[in-house]
């Protein structure tokens, strides 16, 4: 059974950068494509960013691109999310998930689709 603990959230300024990290236990990350998710208060829980167990195909929201990047280190059992330029609207708890996809090369973006999930660590951008 994957074990999942995201650490690296915390309040920060606008502007500003975190990195969030994904450490797994328990079974072999290579097999297991990882997503970042993020709720908000009074939201619902929307991907962020995906990363497929090959490191070959990434997913990223629309508002992420270009500011988010998802990279991960099997020999580490780690996925990083860097998030640079947050805004108060990146304001959420971010939740990492991992599940073993069809093909080592798919990246599923579908919270539904993911099995095993981290606590979450709060990010708070605010001046």
């Known amino acids: 059974q994957l074990q999942i603990v995201e650490s690296g959230g915390g309040l920060v300024q606008p502007g500003g950068s975190l990195r969030l990290s994904c450490v797994t236990s328990g079974a072999t990350l290579d097999y297991y494509g990882i997503g970042w998710f993020r709720q908000a208060p009074g939201k619902e829980r929307e991907a962020v960013s995906c990363i497929s167990p090959a490191d070959d195909n990434t997913y990223y929201a629309p508002s992420m691109k270009g500011r988010f990047t998802i990279s991960r280190d099997n020999a580490k059992s780690t996925v990083y999310l860097q998030m640079n330029s947050l805004t108060p609207e990146d304001t959420a708890v971010y939740y990492c998930?991992?599940?073993?996809?069809?093909?080592?090369?798919?990246?599923?973006?579908?919270?539904?689709?993911?099995?095993?999930w981290g606590q979450g660590t709060q990010v708070t951008v605010s001046s």
């Open positions: 998930a991992a599940v073993i996809p069809p093909h080592p090369s798919v990246v599923l973006v579908t919270a539904g689709e993911y099995k095993h």
